[in-house]
């Protein structure tokens, strides 16, 4: 998933109309933390069973200082001035690794099971695409306006002036496109890649995120389908977007699935997808599952961003549980 990319911000970002329990606390406490579409209500009659947790290992990677590292395209994070990264929760079986740093060709290599330590070398690079890529990334990830997005934007064409047939690079414009809100010019972006890359899971999650913003909504439930079966079922930013799409349409029985099968494939390296499960079981009034919902995001990131709003959440939630009146 290059760049792991901002796609986790930008769900909360582009999320709708606030859900109930949102709402109670944004009155409660007088601020804006996030908002959730809103649905009609319905009582869950038992308590689903979390998804099933398979042993998992840690894994120290280590290659040159600040270098990006995916495992089976999910950014795990960044190794540290000395060239090391610990990754935790490593799901058993096999893997591929993948390395990027700035001024290297990027590397990958398979993660033989059972692994718990491997090098990624990584070799200098005087490829001007592939270096104007990387800076066109870098871009992306910085940008905090549309001038930045722009920015980004012009170093993405760059690249690809440098080397046409450039599926990442495509990928990466489409991204920024789609923040820009320039939802054409996005999915173009995600056909030209496709000429390369025929099979292409994350240009399909992303073209499904631009159908779901420029409100499509089958074509984003197509679109986020194809993802996972060109993937073979593996593509959580696909089925946090099926998630979404579904959650909007009314079917939270079947976005919460969608949000479980996210949160297994990511090893809980990403907490704000609980804070979502969360708010789709608020909204079948299911407050005890809501509750272990947002008390695991709590647990993963006891000082994560949301972490104030959701414990405030979670004592209302409490009292809705126990029947008590809610504060309008």
Known sequence: MPAHHSFWPVLIRAAGAGAS????????????????????????????SPPPVSASRSLLVTTEPNTIIWIDEIRRGVTDATGRLELPNISPGRHVLRGRATGFKEASLPLVAGRRSV??????????????????????????????????AELYRQALQLRPAFPTAHLGLARVLLDLNHYQ?????????????????????????IHREAAFTEEAI??????????????????????????????????????RKAIAQLSDSEPVIYQLLGAAYEKQQNYKEAIVAYEKYLALAPNGSLAGAIRSVIDQLRRDAAGQEIIP
């Open 222 to 259: 197509q679109s986020f389908r194809r993802a996972i079966r060109e993937s073979r079922g593996f593509q959580p930013e696909a089925h946090v977007g099926l998630a979404r799409v579904l959650e909007e349409k009314g079917q939270y029985s079947e976005a919460i699935v969608e949000f």
């Open 185 to 209: 010019q996005a999915l173009a972006e995600i056909e030209a890649a496709r000429r390369n890359r025929p099979v292409y899971p994350e240009a399909s999650a992303v073209e499904g995120r």
């Open 119 to 152: 090098a990624i070398k990584l070799v200098r690079t005087t490829d001007r695409a592939e270096l104007t890529f990387q800076q066109a990334e870098e871009a992306r990830e910085k940008a905090k306006d549309d001038t930045g997005r722009q920015n980004a």
């Open 21 to 48: 329990g949102w709402r109670r606390f944004l009155a409660v406490a007088g601020i804006m933390v996030l908002s959730i579409p809103g649905g009609n209500a319905v009582w869950s009659q038992r308590r689903s």
